[in-house]
């Protein structure tokens, strides 16, 4: 099937810092999405892209969709405690709907206080 | 609303035994779906619904069944149950094909011995 590669795996970063994360493809996307999955809890949308080169701000979390639309990033800036979780990208194949949709492995994201 | 509920929220099965886990959403969404999620990897649809009487397989299909004769349940069975379902299973809900839309339950761990 579809492989979306999405590093780093975890990150381990003090209150305050910024954080990167990307997802990389083969495959051209129509849509790209980030989620963020709390201990013991379902994935919660973040951010939806739509269109390639497109920059969208959600408070302190900013992604983009990549120019080749093989691609997207997520930054969140100026880390709090309650950042902490697991944040998955997705992109959803064109010749598809929300049943075409291809996970990232996710990045495990630790903050120390 | 309640959103998108999962029962059971944790269960040790047998290998051979059989279980239902259930799925209920109140946003009279007609898009269903199920996913599994194994340990740091991401998300692989096992079955989807676009309606009330119809489903479709995913990825990932083996192993299971479904049935949707209501908007509201999506039930997902297991029949023979083996290791390889060990995992956490997700029910996700939207009112259209557009992956933005879905929204996730809390999930159910499975643990097959």
């Known amino acids: 099937g579809q492989q979306l590669n999405q590093s780093p795996q975890s990150m381990f970063i003090q209150e305050g810092e910024d954080v990167s994360m990307n997802c990389t493809s083969s495959s051209i996307f129509n849509t790209w999405l980030w989620y963020k999955q709390d201990p013991g809890e379902g994935p919660v949308l973040l951010i939806a892209l739509y269109k390639a080169g497109e920059l969208t701000s959600n408070g302190r979390l900013t992604a983009q969709f990549g120019i080749t639309r093989k691609d997207s990033f997520l930054n969140i800036s100026a880390s709090i405690p309650s950042d902490v979780g697991i944040y998955f990208c997705a992109g959803q194949l064109p010749q598809g709907g929300s049943e075409k949709l291809v996970f990232g492995k996710g990045m495990k994201l630790t903050v120390n206080p | 609303n309640a959103g998108v509920t999962q029962t059971p929220k944790f269960r040790i099965l047998k290998i051979g035994q059989s279980m239902t886990l259930q799925c209920t959403q109140d946003?009279?969404?007609?898009?269903m779906y199920w996913y599994r999620q194994d340990p740091g990897m991401g998300l692989k649809l096992i079955y989807y619904?676009?309606?009330?009487?119809?489903?479709d397989k995913g990825e990932v299909p083996n192993g299971y069944n479904v049935s949707r004769s209501t908007t509201e349940d999506f039930p997902l069975r297991l029949e023979l149950a083996a290791p390889s379902q060990t995992s956490v299973y997700f029910c996700a809900s939207s009112y259209n094909r557009e992956a933005e839309t879905q929204y996730f339950g809390p999930g159910t761990r499975l643990l097959v011995l």
């Open positions: 619904s676009v309606g009330a009487g119809i489903t």
């Open positions: 946003m009279n969404h007609n898009y």
